[in-house]
């Protein structure tokens, strides 16, 4: 869907939400398959623990939940064998969890998926469409700003595509040039 006209930001927002809710669909399919043994609230502590080792308290807080949800929560994903607590060196009341071995085998499953998805759709796209959803991409993620949904990526891909679109946009021919 290409904007016959600069879009002001509540139009821009509403195509946002409407794309997001595709977006989510590639990632729902992954996520809800047979062989998934977690439902999805437990499944959203664990992607925050895929970026590593937290607290009982800084989980709760990117979950949007109270410390006594997200320690019940605990329970049931050490429970299942994917997560582990580690009391703290200091404070033995401050608890760590982290993935188990078979936690991380589920979320590298997860992860394999989701791109599998996600290559599918994007290789329908035209490279210079890709290339401009992976700059737009980028600089959505530079205006979340710092915080849990700013800190969602595992690496730097996107700031990598929109460094590549930045040389890209040098050169004369590029057919679809962005503003800068």
């Known amino acids: 869907m290409v904007a016959k006209h600069a879009l002001d930001t ?3 927002a509403a195509v946002l939400d409407e794309v997001a809710g595709g977006l989510m ?11 998934v043994p977690v439902p999805a609230t437990q499944l959203r502590a664990l992607l925050v623990l895929e970026r590593g080792p937290v607290n009982i308290s ?7 939940a109270l410390a006594s949800s997200a320690s019940r929560l605990c329970d049931r994903l050490e429970a299942s064998g994917l997560l582990l607590r580690d ?8 608890v760590t969890v982290r993935l ?16 599998e998805e996600l290559e599918r759709v994007l290789s329908a796209m035209a490279p210079a ?25 595992e690496h730097d891909a996107l700031e990598h ?6 040389q890209d946009r040098e050169r004369p021919d590029d057919p679809f040039p962005l503003p800068a």
């Open 10 to 12: 509540a139009e821009a």
């Open 25 to 35: 669909s590639v990632w729902a399919r992954a996520h809800n398959a047979p062989d």
């Open 58 to 64: 800084t989980l709760a807080a990117e979950l949007g």
């Open 87 to 94: 009391p703290g060196q200091d404070d033995r009341r401050e």
């Open 100 to 115: 188990t071995t078979e936690g991380r085998a589920l979320m590298d499953r997860l992860r394999v998926r989701r791109r």
């Open 129 to 153: 469409a890709r290339q401009a959803l992976l700059w737009g991409l980028s600089e959505f993620h530079q205006a979340l700003g710092p915080g849990p949904a700013g800190r969602v990526l």
């Open 161 to 166: 595509a929109a460094r590549e679109h930045d």
